[in-house]
């Protein structure tokens, strides 16, 4: 393990090991985080560890000086990447309101694949949470594009909603506030016209797009009404629900309090009805059947061990890929797809690998992104 996944680590067991279920409040298990949080952010600065830019960067310097890639003309669609295995910030369920909701803010959140986008020298790579390759694609960022990495959703349409931003060129934002990453992820896009440089992709078969999702802050009432009583949230594929993000948190690997989720449903049952009588009707419809006797903990829980059973039979090779595909949507009360998408590849055996792409070009992408 190096020093950046043992302080990742350190920051998710302080609160797996003292909650022990919920025993312990979501608010008391933030507020310890955060002081900790705030005492080894200090520390890493004090010791010099290297972050997650450092890691990318002498990934990429092992693999220019490495002749064990493959130099073959063959090129595997689909591969691993220890880097990039578990890197992405989960969420807890929404047990109870926040006291200090105005620290808050509101992310709607696609039905699609959570992954990490890693853009460099030219190309794209993406990402699932375990660290399996989605796809790759040419960009029109330039060869001179320092590395950058983004949190993001990816749907049907081709279309990477970025959620939250880990590396931008010479700098490491995941020890940075959450404050702080949103509104450099947003200035940074903006500058650089990256959405418009994004892909060289001239049809909707080849063309990908990047979007930013909207963030609404509780400090400004207005915001977040106008956030929950928008229908539809997204042009191309439905809402799959809310993520609130504590502003002071940093991004850390794995799950979290100080990132929640809910379902559109339970909005009204969590946050109150002060919240709920603001949200579209449409969303409230979509409750499962059973869920108004049941009530919203019980669901969770519901939810939580169905998730597990899941994630179990794919373990032990009992369902695969396709039995939980991108396809399968979340209807009452199935596994979201949230959860059950990561890793998958979008598009079949067909990929979206351009054959005609030169050798240099192929060569390249595996020197940058491949594990050696």
């Not at 409040?25 to 310890?32: D, F, G, K, P, V």
């Not at 590395?147 to 990477?160: A, E, Q, S």
Request: proline share 3%.
């Amino acid at each position: 393990m190096t020093d950046s996944d043992d302080s990742a680590s350190r920051f998710s067991d302080l609160y797996k090991n003292k909650s022990r279920g919920r025993e312990q409040h979501q608010s008391e298990r933030r507020r310890t985080l955060l002081e900790e949080q705030k005492r080894l952010r200090q520390t890493e600065v004090d010791s010099s560890r290297p972050g997650l830019l450092e890691l990318i960067e002498a990934e990429g310097t092992d693999s220019e000086c490495s002749s064990d890639y493959p130099t073959q003309r063959y090129r595997r669609k689909v591969w691993f990447s220890k880097l990039y295995r578990d890197k992405v910030q989960l969420s807890e369920w929404m047990y109870e309101k926040p006291d200090d909701l105005d620290s808050w803010f509101l992310v709607p959140c696609p039905v699609g694949i959570r992954c990490l986008l890693v853009l460099r020298k030219g190309y794209a790579v993406a990402y699932g949470k375990t660290g399996r390759s989605i796809t790759r694609f040419a960009t029109r960022l330039g060869k001179r594009h320092c590395v950058t990495v983004l949190d993001c959703f990816l749907t049907k349409k081709r279309i990477f909603y970025a959620l939250d931003m880990l590396v931008y060129k010479e700098m490491d934002l995941v020890q940075c506030e959450c404050e702080f990453r949103f509104q450099w992820l947003r200035s940074k896009v903006e500058e650089e016209n990256m959405q418009e440089r994004f892909c060289t992709g001239t049809t909707p078969e080849n063309r990908w797009q990047l979007e930013l999702l909207p963030v609404f802050d509780f400090k400004t009432r207005d915001q977040v009404e106008e956030g929950l009583s928008r229908y539809p949230m997204f042009n191309d594929t439905g809402l799959d629900g809310f993520l609130f993000y504590h502003k002071e948190s940093n991004y850390i690997y794995g799950r979290t309090p100080l990132v929640t989720w809910l379902f559109p449903f339970m909005v009204p049952d969590v946050l109150g009805s002060e919240w709920g009588h603001v949200m579209h009707h449409k969303y409230l419809q979509q409750k499962p059947n059973g869920y108004q006797e049941q009530g919203y903990r019980a669901y969770m829980d519901e939810f939580d061990a169905k998730l597990q059973n899941k994630q179990s039979q794919r373990t032990s090779g009992r369902v695969s890929h396709m039995e939980e595909g991108e396809d399968e949507v979340r209807q009452g009360g199935d596994v979201a797809s949230w959860e059950k998408m990561d890793a998958v590849p979008v598009g079949g055996d067909d990929g979206y690998a351009d054959e005609d792409w030169q050798r240099k070009e192929l060569d390249e992408i595996r020197r940058l992104e491949m594990e050696g």
